[in-house]
C-alpha cells in the first residue's frame, strides 16, 4: 500500500509537469516603454524578473495566476489560457511628478510648479522622537535652517526661510494648518499630519502677502477616504541621555589650578606643587576634608539621569462617497534628564467631510491638545559644572545639605528642589468650511477659523530656596484668532486644448486678540501648595495688557498654461493692517513667475528617459508688519503720586519712553528665483536647483533717540539688506528590484547675508556710517559680533612695545593675553577690532533608506558648517572660564611658568585678565549622525491570521555621533542650557 501511494503521488507530479507550458512575454508602461525588474510569480511562486527590454519567460499551466509587481506601478494579476506570449501593461500609481503640492489657497501638480516649494512627507517628519514639528523639519528641506530654542523637555526651535533679512522685527515664518493661520505649530501632533508644504521664494509668498516676508509653511492635515475602515496604531518608548564633549577639572586638576591661581596674585604659605599646603590653597574646611578624605561630589550624576520618552497615537479613518472622517488620539510624555522637569501632551483632531450634493461639499476640523510642561530652575542649572567637586552634598543620614562650603555656597540641588514652575496651555481649533460647485470649473469656498489658546503659567520658591519669603508668580494668558476668507476658483473654459487658465480671487478677514494677566506674590503661608496659597500671600506686583490687530486682504491669482511647455503664475494682494497709520495701512504684494517645460519640446521628444526638464525664474513682493501694536498711536506710563495727605495715593498717566512714528509703513521684501528641476529614468532620478536673491527695504527697526527729546527709543522705517544663496537637492534609486530598494539623496544649501545700507548718513569722506551701538555693518552679515582678534599668549623673555597693546592699557607680562594686529599695520589699535560673521555659510543633509524584503533601513547625517558661536564658559567668571578657580569650569591648557601654553591665560584669583572674552569666539560647526533607524515588518501570511493589515517594529537611535570643536551639550547652545539627549527608540506600526 505503502509503495502504491508512492508511485501515484509521482505519477501525479509527472503529469503537472507535462501540462506546463513555456511562457514568453513582455512588460511595458502605460507609454509602451519596456520595464526592467518587473517580478513575474505563477500562483505567488518562483519570481523572476524582466530583463533590460521588459521580456521575460516562466513556466505556468493553464488556469494559473500571473502576478506582475513593480514599484510605483499597480500590481496586475492575469490568468494564464494557454497563450504563448503575453503583452503586460502595466498602470502606474501616482508618480511623483504628479502629486498635488499646496500652493496657498489651492493645490497644483508638483511638475506644474513655477515657485520654489519644498515638500516634507510624514514619514520623513516621524524618524525624529521629539514633541515638537519644528525640529523634526531639521534637514528635510534645503533653503530651511532649523536651530533650537531650548531643548527642554517640550522645546521649540528657530525656523529660518532662506536666512535673515530683518534688523529688529519678527523673522518667523507665516504657519498655516489647513489654512488656519497659527503663531507656531509645535503643538501638533506629527501622527496627524499628511504633508508640511514650505514656500520659499517670493512668488509663492506673494499669495499671502503681509505674512510671508519671512517665509510660508503649510501643514495639510490627514483626512478621511472612502472605503474600509482604516485603524492605526502607532507607540514607542525611547531612552533619553545626555552626553557632554568637554571635561571639567578633577580634583587633584582644581588645587592645582586653585595653586597657581594664588601664587600669581600673591599669596603666601602655599608650599609647592610637589609639597603643597592644602591648608592655604583650598582655604575652606569643607573642600579640605573633601579632598583629604577623597569623598567628591560628581554633580552632573546628582542632577542629570537618563529618562523615558514615550508617544501613543490611534486613528480611525474611512468614509463612503458621502462623508468621510479622520479622527486621532495622541498621547506623548517625556520625563526631562534634568531631575523635576518634563512635558506631556494629549491632544485629538477629527476632521470630516461631506459631499452633501454634486453641487455642495462641506467640512469641519476640530482638534485640541493640552501640554504641561514642567521647568526646573535653569537659572541654577549651569552650577553643576562650575560648583567644585570639593564638597558635600548629603550629610551622613542621607539628608540634602543646603551649604556646601564654609563660605556658604549653597547646593544646587537645593535650589532645584526647592523650586517648581509649570506652564499649561490649552489649545483648541475649529475650522469649517462650505464649497460651492454651481457649474464646471467654477467653485466659491467660505472658509471660517477659530484657533484659542488658554495658558497659565506658575513659579513657586518655597521658603527655604535663598532669599526667598515664599515668593512666587502666576501669569494667565490668552489668544484668541478668527479667520474668515472667501475664495474663487475658476477654470476657464478655452477653445483651444493647448491652453489652459485659472483663475483664483481672494478675500479675508482676520482679527487677532492676546489679554495678559499675572501677579506676583511674596510671604506665602504655607509651602504645602505652592502658588495655589496666592490669595492669602502679600501681592507684590500686578500686570494687565490687552493687544487687538486686525488685517483684512485682497488677493487674485493667474495661472496659465501653453501646450503644456509654458507656466505663467502671477498675483497680487493688498493687505492692510491695523498696526500702521492712517495714511500706511495698506501695501500691494505683486509676484510673476515663469517656467518652461523642455521636455516637452520636439527636439527631446526621443528622450524618453528624461520625465522632466524645468527651467524656472520668479519675480515677487512680500511685506512685514510684525512689530508691537499701537506704536503709531503713542503709549502711556502710569505713576504713583500723593496729593494732599499722604493717605491720598493717586495714579496719573505720562508719555512712554517711547516715541510714536505715525509715518510707520510697511517692510517689504523683492525677491527674485532663478531654478531647474531634472527628474529621469521613471522618477528614478530627480535634482533641483535654485539661486535666490532677496532685499528688503524700509526696515522696521526700533532705534534709540536722544535723551533730550524726553524720549529714548522709537520705531523707524530705515535701512535695506540683502540675502542670497544656491540649494541643491539631488535624491535617486540606485537599485529598484522585486526584493531590494536602495534609495540615497541629500542636499546642500548656502546662505549669505549683509546690510546695504542703515540710515543714509556718510562720514567726511563720503563713505557710509555703520552703527556699532546696534552692531549694525555695511556690506556685512546682520548677525555678528564685534571684537579683537585672540593672538596666543606673552611668554617669558618676550618685551612688549607700545605698538603691541592698546594705548591705555597696562603693560603685558607673562602669562597675558596678546591681541592679535588683525589690520597687520604693525601695531594695536581700535581699528584691529574683527566683525564675527555668527551665521552659517551652509548647511547639508545625507539621507539613504534600504529595503530587503521585510527588512528597512535608513541612515541621516547633518551638517552645519563655517558657523561662529561665543561660549561663555572660556572666559566668563559665573561660568567658571575665568581661571580664578573659585569655580569649577572647562578644563584648558592655561599659561604657567612650567607650562608655557599659547592658548588660555596664566590663572589669577582675584585679579582679572584683560581681553579675557576673546577666547569665547568658537568654531560651532558640526556635523552629525542624525538618525538610523532599522525595522521589520512582519510577513503579511502571518498578519492576517491575526487579522492585521500591518505590523512593524522598528529600533532607532537618533543623534547618535556629533563632530564638533564646540564644548558643550549640544552644538547649537551654550553649556549652561538644558542638555541635548541622544535618544534609543524602540517603536511599533500597527494597521488593521
Not at 523642455?598 to 527636439?603: A, K, T, V
Not at 589699535?829 to 574683527?834: H, L
Amino acid at each position: 500500500m505503502k509503495n502504491g501511494s508512492i508511485f501515484l503521488i509521482l505519477l501525479l507530479l509527472g503529469l503537472c509537469a507535462h501540462a506546463q507550458n513555456k511562457v514568453t512575454g513582455v512588460v511595458k508602461d502605460s507609454s509602451d516603454r519596456p520595464l526592467t525588474g518587473v517580478s513575474v510569480s505563477v500562483n505567488g511562486r518562483g519570481a523572476t524578473l524582466t530583463d533590460i527590454e521588459g521580456k521575460f519567460t516562466v513556466s505556468a499551466a493553464p488556469g494559473a495566476m500571473l502576478l506582475f509587481s513593480y514599484t510605483g506601478f499597480k500590481p496586475q494579476e492575469v490568468r494564464y489560457n494557454g497563450q504563448s506570449q503575453l503583452t503586460i501593461s502595466l498602470e502606474g500609481t501616482l508618480k511623483i511628478l504628479d502629486e498635488a503640492v499646496v500652493i496657498g489657497y489651492g493645490t497644483t501638480r508638483k511638475r506644474d510648479l513655477t515657485g520654489s516649494v519644498a515638500t516634507v512627507k510624514p514619514e520623513a517628519l516621524q524618524k525624529f522622537p521629539t514633541a515638537n514639528v519644528s525640529d523634526m523639519l531639521r534637514g528635510q528641506a534645503p533653503g530651511v535652517l532649523v536651530t533650537s530654542n531650548t531643548t527642554s523637555p517640550g522645546g521649540g526651535a528657530t525656523i529660518r526661510i532662506r536666512g535673515n533679512r530683518s534688523l529688529s522685527s519678527n523673522q518667523s515664518p507665516l504657519f498655516l494648518v489647513d489654512g488656519m493661520i497659527v503663531p507656531q505649530i509645535d503643538d501638533l501632533n506629527a501622527n496627524d499630519i499628511e504633508s508640511i508644504d514650505i514656500l520659499k521664494d517670493a512668488s509663492s509668498q506673494a499669495i499671502y502677502g503681509s505674512r510671508a516676508a519671512n517665509g510660508v509653511i503649510l501643514v495639510t492635515t490627514k483626512r478621511g477616504k472612502p472605503g474600509k475602515v482604516n485603524v492605526d496604531v502607532s507607540s514607542y518608548a525611547s531612552i533619553q541621555n545626555a552626553h557632554r564633549n568637554f571635561d571639567l577639572y578633577n580634583p587633584d586638576e582644581f588645587v592645582t589650578l586653585r595653586y597657581w591661581a594664588k601664587l600669581n596674585d600673591g599669596v603666601g604659605n602655599l608650599g609647592t606643587l610637589k609639597d603643597p599646603n592644602y591648608k592655604v590653597i583650598l582655604d575652606d574646611q569643607i573642600m579640605l576634608d573633601s579632598y583629604t578624605s577623597r569623598n567628591f561630589v560628581d554633580w552632573e550624576k546628582l542632577m542629570i539621569k537618563n529618562a523615558l520618552q514615550n508617544d501613543n497615537n490611534i486613528s480611525i479613518r474611512g468614509g463612503s462617497d458621502k462623508v468621510r472622517y479622520s479622527f486621532n488620539m495622541g498621547y506623548f510624555n517625556q520625563n526631562g534628564v534634568v531631575d523635576r522637569s518634563g512635558y506631556i501632551r494629549p491632544s485629538t483632531r477629527l476632521n470630516l467631510d461631506f459631499n452633501v450634493a454634486k453641487w455642495l461639499n462641506m467640512g469641519v476640523n476640530v482638534s485640541y491638545s493640552r501640554p504641561r510642561t514642567q521647568l526646573n530652575d535653569g537659572s541654577r542649572f549651569s552650577q553643576i559644572l562650575t560648583v567644585p567637586t570639593l564638597a558635600k552634598a548629603y550629610d551622613d543620614n542621607g539628608n540634602l545639605l543646603r551649604e556646601i562650603s564654609t563660605s556658604g555656597t549653597v547646593n544646587p540641588l537645593w535650589y532645584n528642589r526647592e523650586y517648581k514652575s509649570e506652564q499649561t496651555d490649552e489649545y483648541q481649533v475649529v475650522s469649517g468650511f462650505a464649497n460651492f460647485k454651481p457649474f464646471a470649473g467654477f467653485s466659491y469656498k467660505l472658509t471660517g477659523n477659530l484657533r484659542s489658546n488658554n495658558r497659565e503659567t506658575d513659579a513657586y520658591k518655597t521658603k527655604q530656596y535663598p532669599g526667598s519669603t515664599g515668593d512666587g508668580s502666576i501669569t494667565g494668558y490668552k489668544r484668541s484668532s478668527y479667520l474668515i476668507e472667501n475664495l474663487v476658483n475658476y477654470a476657464v473654459p478655452m477653445p483651444w486644448k493647448s491652453h489652459n487658465l485659472n483663475l483664483t480671487l481672494i478675500q479675508s478677514f482676520e482679527q487677532d486678540l492676546q489679554k495678559t494677566t499675572g501677579f506676583s506674590f511674596i510671604k506665602s503661608p504655607s509651602d504645602e501648595f505652592e502658588w495655589n496659597f496666592a490669595g492669602d500671600a502679600e501681592i507684590n506686583g500686578v500686570t494687565r495688557s490687552i493687544v487687538r490687530t486686525h488685517a483684512v486682504s485682497f488677493a487674485g491669482r493667474l495661472q496659465y498654461s501653453l501646450m503644456d511647455k509654458y507656466l505663467l503664475t502671477a498675483s497680487v494682494r493688498r493687505d492692510g493692517a491695523s498696526v500702521f497709520g492712517a495714511d500706511n495701512k495698506w501695501a500691494t504684494m505683486p509676484s510673476v513667475a515663469l517656467a518652461w517645460k523642455i521636455n516637452n519640446e520636439s527636439f527631446l521628444k526621443n528622450a524618453t528617459w528624461i520625465d522632466l526638464l524645468k527651467l524656472r525664474v520668479s519675480y515677487g513682493k512680500v511685506g512685514n508688519w510684525a512689530i508691537p501694536a499701537y506704536r503709531t498711536l503713542g503709549l502711556s506710563t502710569s505713576y504713583e503720586y500723593i496729593l494732599g495727605s499722604a493717605a491720598d495715593l493717586n495714579i496719573g498717566y505720562l508719555p512712554s519712553s517711547e516715541l510714536l512714528n505715525q509715518s510707520l509703513k510697511w517692510e517689504t521684501t523683492g525677491s527674485y528665483n532663478f531654478g531647474a528641476d531634472f527628474v529621469a529614468f521613471n522618477n528614478r532620478l530627480s535634482a533641483t536647483l535654485e539661486y535666490y536673491r532677496t532685499t528688503t527695504n524700509d526696515l522696521l527697526v526700533k532705534r534709540t533717540v536722544p535723551s533730550i527729546t524726553g524720549y529714548t527709543s522709537t520705531w523707524d522705517n530705515l535701512g535695506k539688506t540683502q540675502s542670497t544663496g544656491w540649494e541643491f537637492s539631488l535624491n535617486g534609486t540606485i537599485i529598484q528590484k522585486h526584493d531590494l530598494q536602495w534609495n540615497l539623496g541629500g542636499s546642500i544649501s548656502t546662505q549669505k547675508n549683509k546690510i546695504i545700507k542703515i540710515d543714509g548718513r556718510v562720514d567726511d569722506k563720503g563713505n557710509p556710517v555703520n552703527d556699532l551701538n546696534n552692531g549694525w555693518f555695511i556690506g556685512k552679515s546682520i548677525n555678528v559680533a564685534y571684537n579683537y582678534v585672540f593672538g596666543g599668549i606673552w611668554q617669558e623673555g618676550e618685551t612688549p612695545n607700545a605698538n603691541q597693546y592698546l594705548a591705555g592699557d597696562a603693560v603685558p607680562t607673562p602669562g597675558s593675553i596678546r591681541v592679535k594686529d588683525y589690520n597687520g599695520d604693525g601695531k594695536i589699535t581700535t581699528d584691529d577690532r574683527k566683525i564675527y560673521n555668527l551665521d552659517p555659510s551652509w548647511y547639508a543633509t545625507i539621507n539613504s533608506s534600504l529595503s530587503y524584503k521585510n527588512l528597512d533601513m535608513n541612515v541621516e547625517f547633518y551638517t552645519v558648517q563655517n558657523v561662529i558661536k561665543n561660549n561663555p564658559y572660556y572666559y566668563d567668571f559665573n561660568y567658571g572660564g575665568s581661571l580664578n578657580a573659585k569655580l569649577n569650569g572647562i578644563k584648558v591648557n592655561y599659561w604657567t611658568p612650567d607650562n608655557k601654553s599659547n592658548e588660555a591665560p596664566k590663572p589669577q584669583y582675584t585679579a582679572s585678565t584683560p581681553y579675557f572674552n576673546l577666547l569665547g569666539y568658537r568654531d560651532a560647526s558640526y556635523f552629525r549622525l542624525r538618525s538610523a533607524t532599522l525595522g521589520y515588518t512582519i510577513p503579511k501570511k502571518l498578519t492576517s491570521r491575526w487579522h492585521m493589515e500591518r505590523l512593524r517594529f522598528y529600533l532607532t537611535g537618533t543623534n547618535i555621533f556629533t563632530q564638533t570643536k564646540y564644548k558643550s551639550y549640544s552644538p547649537e547652545k551654550e553649556p549652561s542650557a538644558y542638555p541635548e539627549t541622544r535618544n534609543l527608540t524602540f517603536g511599533m506600526n500597527l494597521s488593521f
